[in-house]
């Protein structure tokens, strides 16, 4: 009998019901979810979640009667534990066992963990979860100093919403630049001066050495310079681990995600794998890559469905994000990683910018802060394989809505 286990019910699980559904799937489905929670949107809880002193609500993935009338079997708080290749088998936490035809691992990552002396006091969170959220915004609300390590995306989120309600807020970064593994320099450089405008101490080139309490409680972060900060909180934000145990211990191939081909297959046919656990072959990288975005996840589970349902298409997905970081939106078109040009369109002091980021002559991202138009324009054009000369990036009068409007159609 058909029976599509899905094994996560974040972002792109979720998403993979709904598009099996739309796409005519009418066999059974089956969801298993190790939180205890209806699915939740994960972005808020570093942006609005935080700075919000009022009792803040999650945001669900659907409505409420979505399984039901997807006919669809959820089963909340319970963790498949083991695959059974032979037997076509997934186990479950609470002893029982379904039977798959397809079964999609869509785990998610888990944050990395510090391991340094003292991290194992109160008040040392992570964020990733709504339980990771609901204790850090408890503790908030009698929080004077935070002390957050790593000046990522979600590190900086999460201090610009502290700020926001008055909170003192030191970020320990060991790098030179925040979000360094994703911006260009000169991005990171006005996110650095933006942060401190809105009152964010950002220690560079100093990472987290010790935690010193009290009572079994945090008082201090001690970087690796010597120097300490007091805190009461501290939030960690160094980065994720993609969830790839379950497949590796069912055999199959593991390398920084769960390898997986273009139509997002492992080499089991019957396995496949996708959104922030999964590493595939990147059009757009160049390379075989893994993502952490609502994007990826989405567009992933879209083409999943068709795949399942007998596609042959390659995934192509554009790799697109955002950030709201205070009054900032960041949104970013493409992957900029190796980028070794950039041109500025539009002047960074009215708020209001974006950088054009090349590689090897070619256009290859587009950063936008405040400028959603810019960011639509980018899209269009890159998810066509198109650049755009950089003359006409750096003009002003250069009508880039308009051509990447003409570009889409022709
Ligand atoms: P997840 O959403 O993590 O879902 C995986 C689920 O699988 C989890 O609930 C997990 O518990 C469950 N699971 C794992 N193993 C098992 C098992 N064995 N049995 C049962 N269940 C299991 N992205 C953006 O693009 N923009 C943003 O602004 C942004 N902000 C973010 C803010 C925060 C605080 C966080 C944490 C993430 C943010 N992201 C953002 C990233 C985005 O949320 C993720 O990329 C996206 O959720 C990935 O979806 P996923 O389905 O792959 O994984």
Redesign the pocket.
């Known amino acids: 009998m058909d029976n599509i286990v899905i ?7 979720i998403q993979l019901v709904d598009s099996l559904r739309a796409e005519g799937y009418t066999g059974r489905i089956t969801v ?4 205890a929670h209806f699915p939740y949107q ?2 808020p ?2 942006k609005d979640y935080m700075s919000e002193a009022k009792n803040p609500l999650p945001l669900p993935l659907r409505a409420e009667q979505f399984f039901a009338g997807n006919d669809v079997d959820s089963r909340l708080g ?3 534990t083991a695959v059974d290749r032979e037997r076509r088998t997934a186990t479950l936490n609470n002893g029982s066992r379904l039977v798959y035809s397809k079964l999609v691992l ?4 888990a944050n990395r963990e510090l391991s340094v002396p003292g991290s194992g006091l109160a008040g040392i969170h992570g ?2 979860t709504l339980s990771d959220a609901e204790a850090v915004h408890a503790r908030l609300a009698a929080a004077r100093s935070v002390v957050v390590i790593g000046a990522g ?2 590190g900086l989120e999460f201090a610009a919403a502290a700020r926001q309600r008055g909170i003192d807020v030191t970020v320990l970064e060991f790098a030179d630049r925040p979000m360094g593994r994703a911006l260009s320099p000169a991005m990171s450089g006005y996110f650095a001066e933006a942060h401190e405008r809105m009152g964010v101490k950002l220690r560079f080139g100093e990472g987290i050495a010790s935690f010193e309490g009290r009572d079994g409680h945090v008082r201090a972060a001690v970087s690796t310079t010597g120097d300490a900060y007091p805190a009461d909180l501290v939030l960690v934000g160094i980065g994720v681990t993609p ?1 790839t145990e ?1 497949a590796a211990a069912a055999g199959l191939p593991v390398e920084n995600g769960i390898i997986v081909d273009s139509a997002l297959r492992t080499p089991d046919p019957d396995i496949f794998a996708l ?3 999964a590493s595939y072959p990147s059009r757009h990288a160049g390379a075989r890559t893994r993502l ?6 989405t567009d992933q589970a879209r083409h999943l469905a068709r795949s399942i349902l007998g596609s042959s298409e390659s995934y192509a997905g554009l790799p697109w ?4 970081q205070g009054p900032l939106k960041l949104q970013i078109a493409g992957l900029g990683q190796h980028a070794d040009e950039t041109v500025l369109r539009g002047d960074p002091a009215s708020g209001k910018f974006s950088i054009f980021c090349y590689r090897n002559g070619e256009l290859a991202a587009v950063e936008s802060v405040n400028h959603p138009a810019d960011h639509m324009a980018a899209r269009r054009l890159l998810s066509q394989g198109r650049s755009l000369r950089q003359a006409d990036a750096a003009d002003p009068w250069f009508d880039f809505k308009t051509h990447s409007r003409e570009v889409a159609v022709a």
């Open positions: 094994v996560g019910n974040g972002q792109a699980g298993i979810g190790e939180e994960r972005p809880l570093s319970v963790r498949v869509a785990t998610g990552a964020l990733r995306f979600i969830r379950l959104g922030d656990c952490e975005s609502v994007q990826n996840a994000f955002w950030s709201q």
